[in-house]
C-alpha cells in the first residue's frame, strides 16, 4: 500500500508537470512527503501487532500471577527448629498422582533418616524414587501417613520455611534463561559474586563457564546453549550455594563422563558433612558412599542395608546390582 500510494503521487505529479501545471521541485517535495508519511503509517502498523502482543502476553502474566498454590500455609505454621537438624521421617505414607487413578506411586512408604545421614535410594524405573523427593518438597500433600522434618508434619509447616531447608538437584536440570549467575542465584539469592564462583567451581562448572567468559556467560533459553552434562554441573552449583541443612540429588550426575563425575563426586562428598543426603543414583559408585542403601520397588521399601548385605542377602538389590552397576564388576 506505501508503494502503491507513493507510485500513485509520482504518476499523478509526472502527469501534471508534463501539462506545466506543476514545477519539477514542487513534485520532489510531494514525492518526498509521501515517502515520509507512508514510511510513519507502516511503523504505526508495526507499533499495534506490538500492543496487540502485549495484551496478550500482559493476560497470561496476570492468569501465572494470580494463580493460587493448593499447598498454602496453615493459620499458624508450626515454626521448624533453628538451625535445622535435618531429621527427615516418612511415617507410612501412601501417595497417588491425581491423573494416576487408583495406582499408587508410594504404599505405606515409612523411612527414617537421621541428621547427617547418606542415603541412597534405587530401585527400577517407576518405583516413586523421585516421587519421595516431590513429596519431601511438599510439591504434593500425601493422601494418608505423613512427612515430617526435625518432628514438624509437613502440613503444620509453612512451605516456604519448609522449603528453604532443602536443596534440590532434579532429574531433569532445570535452567532459565539469563546468566550463569541468575541461574546459580536462584538457590541463594543474595550470593556474592565470590560465592556465585565458588559453587561454580565446586560443581566443575567453572572449566565450561571460563571459556565463555565466567559466571555471567548466558546460558540460553532453558540452558540451551550448554549440554546436558554443563546443565546438570550448573543445577549442581545451584544447589551447593543455597548451603541447606538436607541435599536431594536425583541422579544429579548421571550426564557427567566418568571424569567430570568422579570430580563432582568428590565435591559432593565434601558437602555431604554436617548435611543429611539423599541420593537417587543408578551408578555403584555413588550407592557405595553412602550410609545406607534404601531399595524401593512399586512405591515400598523392600530391602534396606549396606551393600555386602543387601548383595549377600541375593534379593532385588543382588539382583538390581548385577544388571545395573555395570562397573561392579
Ligand atoms: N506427574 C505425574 N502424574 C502422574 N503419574 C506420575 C507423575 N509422576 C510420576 N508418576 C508415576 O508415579 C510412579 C513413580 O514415579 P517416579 O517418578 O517417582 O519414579 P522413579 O522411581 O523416580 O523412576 P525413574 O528411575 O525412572 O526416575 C510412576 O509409575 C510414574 O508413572
Ligand atoms: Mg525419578
Known amino acids: 500500500m506505501m508503494f502503491l500510494g507513493v507510485s500513485l503521487v509520482l504518476w499523478l505529479g509526472a502527469r501534471s508537470v508534463l501539462s506545466g501545471e506543476m514545477t519539477p521541485g514542487a513534485l520532489a517535495q510531494f514525492v518526498l512527503f509521501a515517502i515520509l508519511a507512508a514510511g510513519n503509517g507502516a511503523m504505526l502498523s508495526e507499533v499495534w501487532g506490538d500492543v496487540l502482543k502485549a495484551s496478550g502476553a500482559t493476560e497470561r502474566l496476570t492468569q501465572i500471577l494470580n494463580e493460587r498454590p493448593d499447598i498454602a500455609a496453615p493459620a499458624n505454621p508450626t515454626p ?180 567430570n563425575e568422579r570430580l563432582v563426586q568428590a565435591a559432593l562428598a565434601e558437602a555431604r558433612k554436617g548435611r543429611t543426603t539423599l541420593v537417587i543414583a543408578h551408578r555403584l559408585a555413588t550407592v557405595l558412599e553412602a550410609d545406607r542403601i534404601v531399595v524401593m520397588d512399586q512405591g515400598r521399601v523392600v530391602e534396606q542395608g549396606v551393600h555386602a548385605d543387601l548383595v549377600a542377602r541375593g534379593g532385588l538389590y543382588a539382583q538390581f546390582a548385577s544388571m545395573q552397576f555395570v562397573d561392579a564388576a
Open 80 to 259: 521448624l527448629p533453628t538451625p535445622g537438624r535435618g531429621a527427615i521421617r516418612f511415617d507410612r505414607v501412601s501417595f497417588a498422582y491425581a491423573d494416576a487413578g487408583e495406582r499408587a506411586a508410594l504404599r505405606d512408604f515409612s523411612l527414617d533418616v537421621r541428621p547427617g545421614e547418606t542415603v541412597a535410594l534405587v530401585g527400577p524405573s517407576g518405583a516413586g524414587k523421585s516421587t519421595v523427593f516431590r513429596l519431601l518438597l511438599r510439591f504434593y500433600d500425601p493422601q494418608a501417613g505423613g512427612v515430617f522434618l526435625d518432628d514438624v508434619e509437613a502440613r503444620a509447616a509453612d512451605p516456604r520455611a519448609w522449603r528453604e531447608r532443602f536443596a534440590y538437584v532434579s532429574q531433569d536440570a532445570h535452567l532459565f534463561s539469563g546468566s550463569a549467575a541468575d541461574n546459580i542465584r536462584l538457590g541463594r539469592p543474595d550470593a556474592d559474586d565470590a560465592a556465585v564462583e565458588r559453587a561454580a567451581r565446586r560443581a566443575e562448572a567453572w572449566g565450561f563457564l571460563a571459556v565463555r567468559g565466567g559466571i555471567d556467560a548466558p546460558v540460553g533459553d532453558r540452558g540451551r546453549a550448554l549440554s546436558g552434562g554443563e546443565r546438570q554441573r550448573l543445577a549442581l552449583a545451584r544447589a551447593l550455594a543455597r548451603d541447606a541443612p538436607v541435599l536431594l540429588l536425583d541422579e544429579a550426575t548421571s550426564a557427567l563422563d566418568a571424569q
